[in-house]
Structures are given as structure tokens and as C-alpha cells.
């Protein structure tokens, strides 16, 4: 099966993501989504257990885990098992490494009804895919998060812009779960951490009901030449994901 070219960034157009090894495996787009969504959800509840945090170990996992998805299936890779290895890689690459022992034990103990080995076979298995992943790596472990972008900004309209702080860590509270809740999509896959940040930066001042920032433009500072439509684009993703998920399309709490 051909690969999609890989860009230096990492950052792919919108027919390359659609067009994954999975689909060309035969995988609906609807059971690729949920398999990948599956695995996120282990990685996000095994980091926390490990006491990693999702703007840390967790969040670069995650990507480990996007980028992996462009380069083989979800058939000849199961989700669970990839899930495990980008942990395991994330905390050496974060420098908060986890015996692949120990990751194994928590998968098996919370995720008993997916991960029906014996812990030796886990973390045989395990080992094995992060052989796997990191070729397709090409052992490139740098990873740049929307979380720092989000503090900058937080920071910038406290300072210099002197917005009342109560108004800023409320918009804060409805940003940074929506860069949590954009791992479950394909985000960082078609868009730079940055544009992905203003974007939710942006998305959050709507939804804090702060409409009033968004318009002085501030993101023209951060981004050139960002459009609304590129950022109606990424929350109509995020939504979608709150949609398809049965959750609450509103703001998160």
C-alpha cells in the first residue's frame, strides 16, 4: 500500500487525512474515528493515572499517535496497543519516563475488557510497536502543544492589554479543555499548534461571552494572515466532535 508523503511539519492537507492507510484498508471513516477516539481516551486516562498531565507526556503521545495513523492502519496496527507504545515513547521523549511494566499493569487493571493478554505478552506487544513507531517517526520526537500558546496569550491580555484577570482565567477555563477535547480530531494533523491555539483562544472568548476582544483582531499579532473562515473551520471540527460524541454542543464546563 502506498504512504502519503510526509511533510516536514507534519502538518497534511485536508484529502491526505481523509485518505488514510485505514480507509484504504477498509475502514469507514466512522470506525476510524472511533477507533482512534478509543485510544485517545486510554492514553488520557493512563497518563492521568501515571500522573502525567495532557499539556505534557500525554498530549505528545497523542500526536505520536496521529502521526502514527497517517503512515500504517488501524487494522494492521490496533489502536489499543499504539496507544500504549506512544505513551510509553512520550515519557522518555518528555523526560517523565514509565517502566513499559508499569503501563502495562495500569492498562490492564483499568482496561481490562480491551486488553485480554497476560501483562508479559503487553508489554512484549507494546515494545513491539514503539519499534514500529519509532521508524515512522524517523525518530523526530519534537513536539510543539497549543498549551503554551494558550498561556502566552492568557499572559499578553493580562499584561499588556490589562484585561481584568477574572475575565482572562474565564476564558482560559473554556479554552483549555477544548485543546484537550481537540485530540480526539484531526487537528493536529491539518493545522500548526499556533493556529490551533488562536483558533480555541478565540473560539472561547465567543463562548465566555467576551465577543468584545475578538474585535480588535488580536490574533493578527500571533498569526498572519489567519482568517475567520480558517477558524470557523477548526471549531466546526471541535464541534463536530462534541456532535458525533452525543455530548453537549455548548460550551465545556
Known amino acids: 500500500m502506498a504512504r502519503p508523503r510526509i511533510p516536514a511539519d507534519w502538518i497534511f492537507e485536508e484529502d491526505v487525512i481523509k485518505n488514510s492507510p485505514s480507509r484504504k484498508a477498509g475502514v469507514n471513516e466512522i470506525d476510524e474515528l472511533r477507533l482512534k477516539r478509543e485510544g485517545i481516551d486510554i492514553m488520557k ?15 505528545a503521545a497523542c500526536v505520536y499517535f496521529h502521526r502514527f ?54 508489554v512484549e506487544d507494546t515494545m513491539g510497536v514503539e ?55 484531526h487537528l493536529c494533523l491539518a493545522w500548526e499548534p499556533q493556529i490551533i491555539a488562536v483558533s480555541l483562544f478565540w473560539l472561547a472568548i465567543k463562548w465566555s461571552q467576551h465577543e468584545e476582544i475578538n474585535e480588535t483582531n488580536w490574533w493578527e499579532e500571533h498569526v498572519a494572515e489567519l482568517t475567520s473562515d480558517k477558524m470557523e473551520a477548526i471549531r466546526h471540527e471541535v464541534l463536530d466532535y462534541y456532535t458525533l460524541m452525543n455530548a453537549n454542543a455548548g460550551p465545556p464546563t
Open 69 to 122: 495513523y497517517m503512515l500504517h492502519s488501524t487494522v494492521e496496527f490496533p489502536c489499543p496497543t499504539t496507544a500504549l507504545s506512544c505513551l510509553f515513547l512520550a515519557g522518555k521523549s518528555e523526560d517523565t519516563p514509565k517502566k513499559c511494566k508499569d503501563i502495562a499493569q495500569n492498562a490492564l487493571r483499568i482496561f481490562s475488557q480491551v486488553f485480554r493478554v497476560s501483562e508479559n505478552q503487553l
Open 131 to 185: 519499534r514500529v513507531l519509532l521508524q515512522s517517526l524517523k525518530f523526530d520526537f519534537s513536539i510543539d502543544l497549543p498549551y503554551k500558546y494558550i498561556i502566552m496569550y492568557a499572559n499578553e491580555f493580562k499584561t499588556r492589554r490589562q484585561h481584568d484577570q477574572a475575565m482572562v482565567s474565564d476564558i482560559v477555563r473554556y479554552a483549555w479543555p477544548l485543546v484537550n477535547d481537540s485530540f480526539f480530531t
Open 45 to 59: 486516562q493512563l497518563g492521568q493515572e501515571l500522573g502525567w498531565k495532557l499539556h505534557t507526556a500525554t498530549g
